[in-house]
């Protein structure tokens, strides 16, 4: 009897172990956005703090079996899954340590995306050099370009986020935020004065490097960036670089700046100095002394 009663409480015992070990096992979750598709399957990238990122932060996760729901709990199909969805997935922990990892999945949920603030972009410009595409990708907004992404985010309070590039970056080549839908007037999240410019007081520039004014170099000068723009326009004849590079220091050589990522901006002679355009104005750069 005491033999009998010995085994069945093993046995309760071995059971209750494997249903701790199993539960252990399953219902890892954490939060990605989507960034490809594939058949039955999709590239995502793990939001930042999540703890599968010890192993990888983008997984190939098989839809096999899984299953999927939208933002209410309702039932969806593999395929309405969308480009830059938020989703939640929940796996039973194992990884296969490839790159990307690969992980199967036992649950999908998308989520609600949320709208985009004036709030919400102060804490992003807050990130200054740091903002990734991840950054992006909680926010409700509309992919609108073509060969390249770009991402339209329109602000609850008016006015619109631009952020353009390709996706194989880590960063967007470009993080516009507009009054409007006026692209001509924008300002970089990434280097300017944003409550000057929520404020209304135009595009004002300055250098990511605390302790540099913002600078350009031409034909071997230093020229320091105005804060405001010309009142006139400079006659295209005048002129005679480009912009080539750009640094978080001080510019070391001809077409450098430190106060715009954006290649190419035109530069030219006029009196006191010279002008540089950026974002459809023209910003007047006096020699430094």
Same mark, same amino acid.
């Given at each position: 009897?005491?033999?009998?009663?010995?085994?069945?409480?093993?046995?309760?015992?071995?059971?209750?172990?494997?249903?701790?070990?199993?539960?252990?096992?399953?219902?890892?979750?954490?939060?990605?956005?989507?960034?490809?598709?594939?058949?039955?399957?999709?590239?995502?990238?793990a939001?930042?703090?999540?703890?599968?990122?010890?192993?990888?932060?983008?997984?190939?996760?098989?839809l096999?079996?899984?299953?999927?729901?939208?933002?209410?709990?309702?039932?969806?199909?593999?395929?309405? $899954?969308?480009?830059?969805?938020?989703?939640?997935?929940?796996?039973?922990?194992?990884?296969?340590?490839?790159?990307?990892?690969?992980?199967?999945?036992?649950?999908?949920?998308?989520?609600?995306?949320?709208?985009?603030?004036?709030?919400?972009?102060?804490? $992003?410009?807050?990130?200054?050099?740091? $903002?990734t595409?991840?950054?992006?990708?909680?926010?409700?907004?509309?992919?609108?370009?073509?060969?390249?992404?770009?991402?339209?985010?329109?602000?609850?309070?008016?006015?619109?986020l631009?952020?353009?590039?390709?996706?194989?970056?880590?960063?967007?080549?470009?993080?516009?935020?507009?009054?409007?839908?006026?692209?001509?007037?924008?300002?970089?999240?990434?280097?300017a004065?944003?409550?000057?410019?929520?404020?209304?007081?135009?595009?004002?520039?300055?250098?990511?490097?605390?302790?540099?004014?913002?600078?350009?170099?031409?034909?071997?000068?230093?020229y320091?960036?105005?804060?405001?723009?010309?009142?006139?326009?400079?006659?295209?004849?005048?002129?005679?670089?480009?912009?080539?590079?750009?640094?978080?220091?001080?510019?070391g050589?001809?077409?450098?700046?430190?106060?715009?990522?954006?290649?190419?901006?035109?530069?030219?002679?006029?009196?006191?100095?010279?002008?540089?355009?950026?974002?459809?104005?023209?910003? $007047?750069?006096?020699?430094?002394?």
């Amino acid at each position: 009897m005491k033999r009998t009663i010995c085994i069945a409480a093993a046995l309760v015992f071995t059971l209750l172990i494997a249903a701790a070990c199993g539960k252990q096992k399953e219902g890892v979750t954490f939060t990605a956005a989507v960034e490809e598709r594939g058949e039955n399957s999709i590239l995502v990238l793990a939001e930042e703090g999540a703890g599968v990122r010890r192993s990888s932060d983008r997984f190939w996760v098989s839809l096999a079996g899984a299953r999927v729901v939208d933002e209410e709990g309702k039932a969806l199909k593999a395929g309405d $899954l969308r480009l830059y969805d938020r989703v939640e997935i929940t796996f039973d922990g194992s990884i296969a340590e490839s790159s990307p990892a690969q992980i199967t999945a036992q649950r999908v949920a998308r989520l609600a995306k949320e709208s985009l603030t004036r709030e919400r972009v102060a804490a $992003l410009a807050e990130k200054g050099d740091a $903002l990734t595409w991840g950054d992006f990708f909680p926010y409700q907004g509309d992919d609108v370009g073509s060969g390249l992404m770009i991402l339209r985010f329109e602000l609850a309070e008016g006015g619109t986020l631009w952020v353009g590039g390709t996706p194989a970056e880590e960063k967007p080549w470009y993080i516009r935020l507009c009054r409007g839908e006026n692209l001509e007037n924008y300002m970089e999240l990434r280097e300017a004065d944003l409550e000057k410019y929520l404020a209304g007081e135009g595009i004002l520039l300055r250098a990511r490097a605390e302790d540099d004014p913002a600078a350009i170099m031409a034909e071997g000068q230093v020229y320091l960036l105005a804060e405001a723009p010309m009142p006139a326009e400079v006659e295209e004849s005048a002129i005679f670089g480009r912009t080539t590079s750009y640094t978080d220091g001080w510019p070391g050589q001809d077409g450098e700046t430190n106060f715009s990522r954006e290649l190419d901006l035109p530069y030219a002679r006029v009196e006191g100095g010279i002008a540089v355009r950026y974002g459809n104005e023209w910003y $007047l750069c006096k020699p430094e002394k």
